[in-house]
């Protein structure tokens, strides 16, 4: 396995040619790619190919959609995010054929290069919508549907690969010792410098040494196996979900990877964290979200059922997407009030503690971390009087 050619990025020809040989290995027969018509924007960071195929039948469309990452790609720099998060789809994708029905959660899967760096997965065709239009632009009613059937299809999706995650070991091995390791080690969506942050809170509020061992307890809860460790998406953004018809499907699998459930299903309650269009879900649909959530985990995990054992599990969650926040946006927010898509980075960390500190209330868990975030919450609103809360998303105003 070596890189395509330091310095010298894959020509649109040579990655055609590579994604019909990686298309008639997997189908045992000949495939030819015929029109292959661009659909992502110039400077977006993975090239999008809509290719037709011939021929098509019944264990081939009409259509693929051929995703690239572009420019120099390369797998031997696994220190970049970009090669990082390509391998991360790649095993993902691969994982999801054998852990559920293919095409269940996500677009199939029809093959990928892990030299070249491509992925081919099902077109979902032109005509479909994302979470974000239900959200942003539509009624109370149809926002609730689409949140519901969100949160169904990541029960389902984590309930199916609950038990499976040895497939999952199996197809990351394969690739070899190097990839399996950056893989394991190298954070995804987490905590990359867990003491500089414990550091950057105690500078501005007193730490309290229970505290910073609930902290830690918390990550280690999230990262490690228990009953609710399983494959999850990593980053289940509205622009991450598509409605084709009345089927929903998640796309976009550069974050997955094996980890503690509910980091997915917290995404409403603490206001969708990795994502551009963050709001608030209104506080007595949170309940049924997850409610719903809960019921279908309950498949695979008996322990769902259980309220200690699941409140437990949501707390830590939630504390894991706060800290995760506060990495990422308190130094800077501390001095400035960054506008990210359709809310500033301080309201998004005021609307998260706020969310923490009312789940560990609720289930009594984590007080010393409560604590500090309510702390911390005081301290921020007395230097951000100005800033407004975090708004109810459009659709429930």
Same mark, same amino acid.
């Given at each position: 396995?070596?890189?395509?050619?330091?310095?010298?990025p894959?020509?649109?020809?040579?990655?055609?040619?590579?994604?019909?040989?990686?298309l008639s290995?997997?189908?045992?027969?000949?495939?030819?790619?015929?029109?292959?018509?661009?659909?992502?924007?110039?400077?977006?960071?993975?090239?999008?190919l809509?290719?037709?195929?011939?021929?098509?039948?019944?264990?081939?469309?009409?259509?693929?959609i051929?995703?690239?990452?572009r420019?120099?790609?390369?797998?031997?720099?696994?220190d970049?995010?970009?090669?990082i998060r390509?391998?991360?789809e790649l095993?993902?994708?691969?994982f999801?054929?054998?852990?559920?029905?293919p095409?269940a959660?996500?677009?199939?899967?029809?093959?990928?290069?892990?030299?070249?760096?491509?992925?081919?997965?099902?077109?979902?065709?032109?005509?479909?919508?994302?979470l974000?239009e239900?959200?942003?632009?539509?009624d109370?009613?149809?926002?609730?549907?689409?949140?519901?059937a969100?949160?169904?299809?990541?029960?389902?999706?984590?309930?199916?690969?609950?038990?499976?995650?040895?497939?999952y070991?199996?197809?990351v091995?394969?690739?070899g010792?190097?990839? +399996?390791?950056?893989l %394991?080690? @190298?954070?995804?969506v987490?905590? $990359?410098? =867990?003491? /500089?942050?414990?550091e950057k809170?105690?500078?501005?509020?007193e730490v309290?040494p229970d505290?910073e061992r609930e902290?830690?307890?918390?990550?280690?809860?999230?990262a490690?196996?228990?009953?609710?460790?399983?494959?999850?998406h990593?980053?289940?953004?509205?622009d991450?979900?598509?409605?084709?018809?009345?089927?929903?499907?998640?796309?976009?699998?550069e974050?997955?990877?094996?980890a503690?459930?509910l980091?997915d299903a917290?995404?409403?309650?603490?206001?969708?964290?990795?994502?551009?269009?963050a709001?608030?879900?209104?506080?007595e649909?949170?309940? +049924?979200l997850?409610? %719903?959530? @809960?019921?279908?985990?309950?498949? $695979?995990? =008996?322990? /769902?059922?259980?309220?200690?054992?699941?409140?437990?599990?949501?707390?830590?969650a939630?504390?894991?997407?706060?800290?995760?926040?506060?990495?990422?946006?308190l130094?800077?927010?501390?001095?400035?009030?960054?506008?990210?898509?359709?809310s500033g980075?301080?309201?998004?960390?005021?609307?998260?503690?706020?969310?923490f500190?009312e789940?560990?209330?609720h289930?009594?868990r984590?007080i010393?971390l409560?604590?500090?975030?309510?702390?911390?919450?005081?301290?921020?609103r007395?230097?951000?009087?100005?800033?407004?809360?975090?708004?109810?998303?459009?659709?429930?105003?």
């Amino acid at each position: 396995m070596t890189p395509t050619s330091a310095g010298e990025p894959l020509s649109r020809q040579a990655l055609l040619d590579a994604v019909e040989r990686a298309l008639s290995q997997r189908l045992g027969r000949a495939i030819r790619v015929g029109a292959a018509t661009e659909i992502s924007a110039p400077e977006r960071r993975n090239l999008l190919l809509r290719c037709s195929l011939e021929p098509f039948g019944e264990d081939a469309p009409a259509t693929v959609i051929v995703k690239h990452v572009r420019g120099d790609y390369d797998p031997a720099r696994l220190d970049s995010w970009d090669t990082i998060r390509f391998l991360r789809e790649l095993c993902g994708a691969s994982f999801l054929e054998v852990a559920a029905r293919p095409g269940a959660h996500l677009p199939r899967f029809f093959g990928g290069d892990v030299e070249r760096g491509f992925v081919v997965l099902e077109d979902l065709g032109p005509h479909h919508q994302s979470l974000v239009e239900p959200l942003l632009e539509q009624d109370a009613a149809s926002a609730e549907r689409a949140l519901l059937a969100y949160v169904e299809r990541l029960g389902r999706l984590h309930a199916d690969c609950s038990g499976r995650l040895s497939a999952y070991d199996e197809i990351v091995h394969a690739f070899g010792s190097r990839i +399996r390791s950056a893989l %394991a080690n @190298r954070h995804v969506v987490g905590i $990359a410098r =867990p003491k /500089a942050l414990i550091e950057k809170l105690a500078s501005m509020i007193e730490v309290h040494p229970d505290a910073e061992r609930e902290f830690h307890e918390a990550l280690a809860m999230v990262a490690g196996p228990g009953p609710f460790h399983t494959f999850v998406h990593g980053d289940p953004c509205p622009d991450n979900v598509f409605y084709v018809g009345d089927s929903l499907r998640l796309i976009d699998l550069e974050f997955a990877h094996p980890a503690l459930a509910l980091v997915d299903a917290m995404y409403p309650r603490m206001g969708f964290p990795t994502c551009w269009c963050a709001n608030r879900v209104p506080r007595e649909l949170i309940g +049924r979200l997850e409610t %719903a959530y @809960r019921r279908e985990l309950l498949r $695979a995990c =008996p322990e /769902a059922g259980d309220d200690r054992v699941f409140g437990s599990a949501l707390v830590d969650a939630c504390g894991y997407w706060l800290f995760i926040s506060l990495e990422w946006m308190l130094e800077r927010a501390l001095t400035e009030d960054e506008r990210w898509g359709i809310s500033g980075k301080r309201a998004r960390i005021l609307a998260r503690l706020e969310s923490f500190i009312e789940a560990a209330e609720h289930f009594q868990r984590r007080i010393a971390l409560r604590d500090l975030a309510a702390r911390l919450l005081d301290s921020l609103r007395g230097s951000w009087a100005a800033v407004e809360p975090l708004p109810v998303y459009p659709a429930f105003l």
